[in-house]
């Protein structure tokens, strides 16, 4: 990725004479975090090794090393085994309506004591992997500063409804057996400043895949994530002389997730899957299914998808047809936003975390009037271990005290600074310390600080 222009004039302090060689030695440092994300829905851990050169708004991200690693079945088998039995009894977590909702059953499907038994044994279980991690990708154990979790999270609301978060590793017992400091708990702040803690991760779009020119930038763009609730982001352009939070925009399609899960039910068993584009082109739009999707949007169903495809004798094609010019009707609905504050949107990215979908792209393409690519077409980025690459990012805003919460994404009344450092070993706690003493982030406009 381009790095941002240098200001010499835009100290953090103007009157001190060494501030513009400090700026310079800064520019140049290279730091390096591994990424940690566990996926419980997969049952698998991401890890993305992430190089930085700079700070703050003026760093420049890297990719050094990545991998998916499955968790144990043994590790999960004894609690999913009795996660059905108690689904009954977890359906009233709390004296409020909202979290007694079928969704907070759904997302908090073991015992509270189960939850932290197996936070405990998957750390135990991770810490030798991130030893033997340390050196791979080319880079050195005594060069990584430090390990940043994050994971989906077992959700627990509290009485009055709150969203609370039981995390699926123990970081601190995770730092202990592994060494390095871990930051961890990167939602907690957001929560308690009145937010959700949710959404954390556009702003690390914004670092890794914006325009962020070093002359004048121009191209405003669009990322669509079709492997999880179908996400899209508006990443503005800018070159560096604008607000430290860039204005985000950010849309959500969960029932995207349903077209997922009934596409590859139909599937044939046993045989290699066949691309959805592929299956698109066979098809022709059904009216019945186009109806249930656009109305999806806005309320619960009562039919699920595959009912509403069989009264209407859809066949798996026209499901497909259907779906993706359903999609490509949204993402253009959200590309072509008036935004006059903002250059015009003309590239959409593409996350498939699978092999591109030509039909898709096309489609797209003729319908927005945009560029369409995916991911690793361009950038060196892999969608593969994208959320733990994500996670990294999350570390070095820590780091670099700059906060990643949102409030008009999250909810929150001011933006917090997000995690914990759990310290690990002392002398990698003190390297880390030193490195963020190291650093005094510029102070903000007036108009942000209000």
């Not at 930051?183 to 556009?202: E, F, H, K, M």
């Not at 969960?254 to 068993?269: A, C, F, G, K, M």
């Not at 497909?320 to 006059?340: C, H, M, Q, S, Y």
Request: proline share 8%.
């Amino acid at each position: 990725m381009r790095r941002f222009r240098f200001f010499a004039q835009r100290d953090t302090d103007p009157g001190h004479p060494n501030d513009g060689i400090e700026r310079q030695r800064r520019l140049r440092h290279r730091r390096e975090l591994l990424g940690l994300y566990v996926d419980l829905v997969g049952r698998r851990i991401q890890a993305s090794r992430v190089a930085t050169v700079g700070s703050g708004r003026w760093s420049r991200f890297e990719p050094m090393w990545g991998t998916v690693h499955e968790i144990p079945t043994k590790l999960l088998e004894p609690i999913l085994e009795n996660a059905s039995a108690r689904r009954a009894s977890l359906g009233e977590p709390s004296r409020s309506d909202e979290a007694t909702s079928p969704k907070a059953a759904r997302d908090a499907p073991f015992e509270l004591g189960d939850a932290l038994a197996l936070s405990a044994d998957l750390s135990d279980w991770l810490a030798p992997l991130i030893g033997s991690w340390a050196s791979l990708g080319g880079g050195q154990e005594e060069d990584l500063l430090a390990v940043t979790l994050h994971d989906s999270g077992w959700l627990w609301p509290d009485f009055d409804g709150a969203p609370r978060y039981v995390n699926p590793l123990d970081a601190t017992r995770l730092a202990e057996r592994c060494g390095w400091p871990v930051i961890a708990d990167l939602r907690s702040a957001d929560i308690a400043a009145g937010g959700l803690g949710t959404p954390l991760d556009p702003l690390p779009y914004w670092f890794l895949l914006a325009d962020r020119s070093e002359r004048i930038a121009t191209s405003s763009r669009v990322v669509v994530r079709l492997d999880r609730d179908c996400e899209l982001l508006f990443l503005p352009a800018s070159d560096g002389l604008d607000a430290e939070h860039p204005l985000i925009e950010r849309g959500a399609l969960p029932i995207w997730n349903e077209v997922i899960r009934t596409l590859r039910s139909n599937q044939p068993v046993g045989g290699r899957p066949v691309p959805w584009g592929q299956l698109a082109v066979q098809g022709r739009v059904s009216e019945p299914v186009r109806a249930w999707l656009q109305q999806a949007r806005f309320a619960p169903p009562a039919e699920s998808l595959m009912e509403v495809a069989g009264r209407a004798a859809a066949s798996t094609p026209d499901l497909a047809r259907t779906a993706i010019d359903w999609l490509v009707e949204r993402i253009t609905e959200f590309t072509g936003k008036n935004r006059p504050m903002a250059p015009r949107v003309d590239h959409v990215l593409l996350i498939a975390g699978g092999p591109p979908d030509g039909y898709l792209q096309q489609a797209l393409r003729r319908a927005a009037g945009v560029e369409v690519d995916v991911l690793e077409s361009l950038t060196p980025w892999k969608a593969a271990h994208w959320d733990a690459t994500l996670t990294a990012t999350l570390g070095f805003l820590h780091i670099d005290q700059q906060p990643a919460s949102l409030p008009w994404l999250t909810q929150a009344d001011v933006p917090r600074l997000h995690g914990h450092i759990h310290p690990g070993h002392l002398a990698s706690w003190r390297r880390l310390v030193v490195e963020m003493a190291d650093f005094r982030p510029p102070p903000m406009k007036l108009r942000e600080a209000m």
